[in-house]
């Protein structure tokens, strides 16, 4: 909604935006010789459209997802066709007995050029970050999210700073460009540091765990050869999660009686997990478990069921690696 919301905001602004033009018609800028211009271009529009399908995709998931990333590929695909017809206008055969080109230092008189950003590098490393921490969860996609809204933030205050010296090139009929802003190598560093530590951490890999207690030298002799983990209820399904996913992605239990899952999450003790029970499309929630945390185990109660088939999706990862079939005979 808020992107809605911000979208038609922005249409609005465009609609309305300086003195309503009667005549004479709008004057065409004539690009100086020597210089070239690329058009309008709806192509990064259209992208932003396509990002955000592929990210309601990602939270819709199924068909969802597969309509998002088709629609974010298909406004790829004509982005990248413009930058190609830019470029092959760019290239005639002449220009390349010109080579080498002459390099200028800074534009032309009467070209406007804006300095080079780091904004837009750092709106990608966002959204690779974002996406990460859609799947990771937790810190790193708090981390993301801080980190993308800190960048898009900064890219708004330059839009408006450039925006406020066209306006004052309206009134003395030259444009300025806003300061050219130092990189903040430092801070990035230190997101990528923080963002590195943070998902490894989140994914159990660091600090090395202590090793595991089912199979270790204190495990009980009989432990091997036993169906479940040591701990679990006799006749309880068992179901493992390690490294975001679970181990055991189909169970069969008998139809009419309330059966239990002993769950045991191998994952880092910042890694919560839980086994959600589903009706088969996923659309209503059956059995609501509460989250436990990495190295720790618990039996999971469930109440008697119908035969057919049903999910079992953890809450916190609802990804194809979390979820698991139920059968009920
Ligand atoms: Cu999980």
């Known amino acids: 909604m808020l992107f809605v919301a911000w979208f038609a905001f922005t249409a609005r602004k465009f609609a309305t935006l300086g003195p309503t033009r009667r005549a004479p018609a709008r004057i065409e800028p004539i690009t100086p010789a020597h210089v070239h211009m690329p058009g309008g271009s709806a192509a990064p529009i259209a992208v932003a459209f396509g990002a955000g399908f592929l990210f309601a995709g990602l939270v819709v998931g199924g068909v969802g997802l597969v309509i998002g990333v088709t629609i974010l590929v298909i406004t790829l695909l004509i982005w990248f066709r413009e930058a190609i017809r830019d470029y092959a206008h760019l290239e005639p055969a002449q220009s390349l007995q010109r080579l080498p080109a002459v390099v200028h230092q800074g534009p032309p008189p009467g070209v406007h050029m804006p300095g080079p950003s780091i904004r837009p590098l750092m709106g990608a490393l966002g ?57 903040p190598l430092r801070t990035l560093q230190v997101f990528a540091v923080a963002f590195a530590l943070l998902a490894l951490w989140q994914l159990g890999i ?53 059966f239990t899952i002993f769950f045991e999450n191998q994952d880092g003790a910042s890694v919560p997990h839980d086994v959600d029970l589903h009706s088969a499309d996923g659309s209503q929630l059956l059995k609501d478990q509460p989250t436990i945390n990495g190295g720790t ?22 990804i194809p690696a979390m979820t698991g079939t139920l059968t009920v005979k």
């Open 127 to 183: 959204t690779a970050a974002l996406l990460g921490g859609l799947v990771i969860g937790g810190w790193v996609l708090v981390l993301a999210v801080v980190f993308l809204v800190w960048t898009l933030i900064g890219w708004l205050v330059d839009f408006s700073a450039e925006y406020r010296k066209v306006e004052e090139a309206d009134k003395t009929g030259h444009l300025e460009n806003i300061p050219a802003r130092p990189l």
């Open 206 to 258: 660091f600090p090395p765990a202590a090793p595991a207690t089912a199979g270790g030298p204190g495990a009980s002799p009989g432990a091997t050869g036993a169906a479940g983990p040591a701990g679990a209820p006799p006749g309880a399904l068992t179901v493992i999660a390690k490294g975001i996913e679970y181990e055991q992605k189909t169970l069969e239990v008998g139809a009419g009686k309330p």
């Open 297 to 318: 185990s618990k039996a999971y109660q469930y109440d008697a069921l119908q035969p057919g088939t049903y999910k079992y999706i953890c809450s916190v990862h609802s």
